[in-house]
């Protein structure tokens, strides 16, 4: 079947195959899954193992049992992720996308540091920073306005990053590491919520008259070398209504 060759458990693959196909929009919103029975002869597993990765697309709110009809597909918006999970995700398969989003409006400019963003990056303020934004979507619409801050003195080594178009050769954080041969050791994460602000509404294509009344989530992640520089400062801006969702293996 169509299970991808990893480390993950049977009922994982199944359960991931499936969210990406409701991501993608392939699976609408109404469809019903294959039955447990079905799930177990298409991907040659035990019912047991059909039933656990139904029973973790419930958990994760991607679908619903109807009690005489079958397993069905909801219609609701993926969560955003943070940047760390961006950078995971792109090392594992190439590409900070989630499943069924894509990037678009890509700017860059070279620009003075804000106060947050030189403190973050420990740097003076005022001083020239690249800024670089996009706007990731999926077909629900924005999931967030992501802007990632760089020391200017990187733009030297690396020009494409202050030109806006998408990176080719790899994030930006790996053509870094490849340009100073000084790979990143490890990074701080954050997160909040706050209300937007109207330039907030702006990146997030709202009206910034009347920008919604409910916080939003906004995600840090600084970026620190082997040698203890930081060289990457990202945040981004959740849409309303995106969430934040993390899972891992709890351990007895």
Same mark, same amino acid.
């Given at each position: 079947?169509?299970?991808?060759? *990893?480390?993950?458990? =049977? ?63 909801? *219609? ?27 990037? *678009? ?6 620009? @003075?540091?804000?106060? *947050? %963003? ?6 003076? =303020? ?51 590491? #490849? ?29 910034? #008259?009347?920008?919604?009344?409910? @916080? ?5 992640? #600084? ?11 990202? %945040? ?13 293996? %709890?351990?007895?």
């Amino acid at each position: 079947m169509a299970g991808q060759a *990893d480390n993950r458990a =049977p009922y994982a693959r199944i359960a991931a195959h499936y969210a990406d196909l409701i991501a993608s929009g392939q699976l609408q919103p109404g469809t019903l899954l294959p039955s447990i029975k079905n799930l177990s002869e298409e991907w040659s597993v035990s019912t047991a193992t059909a039933e656990k990765a139904l029973r973790k697309l419930r958990n994760d709110g991607l679908v619903r049992g109807i009690h005489g009809i079958g397993t069905e597909v909801l *219609d609701r918006p993926g969560p955003m992720s943070s940047g760390s999970q961006r950078q995971d995700r792109g090392r594992r398969t190439g590409s900070s996308w989630g499943s069924g989003e894509r990037s *678009d409006s890509h700017q860059a400019a070279v620009v @003075p540091a804000p106060a *947050d %963003v030189a403190a973050a990056l420990d740097i003076q =303020p005022g001083s020239e920073v690249i800024r670089r934004r996009r706007v990731y979507r999926d077909r629900h619409g924005i999931v967030a306005h992501s802007t990632s801050w760089i020391p200017a003195q990187y733009g030297k080594l690396i020009p494409q990053l202050a030109t806006s178009e998408r990176l080719t050769g790899g994030t930006s954080l790996q053509l870094i590491a #490849k340009a100073t041969g000084r790979p990143i050791s490890h990074r701080v994460d954050s997160a909040s919520a706050r209300l937007l602000t109207a330039e907030d509404a702006q990146l997030l294509e709202l009206d910034p #008259k009347t920008p919604p009344a409910e @916080p939003v989530v906004v995600m840090t992640a #600084k970026f620190i070398d082997s040698e203890g520089g930081i060289v990457e400062y990202g %945040v981004d801006l959740g849409a309303p209504g995106r969430t934040w969702r993390t899972e891992s293996e %709890v351990f007895q």
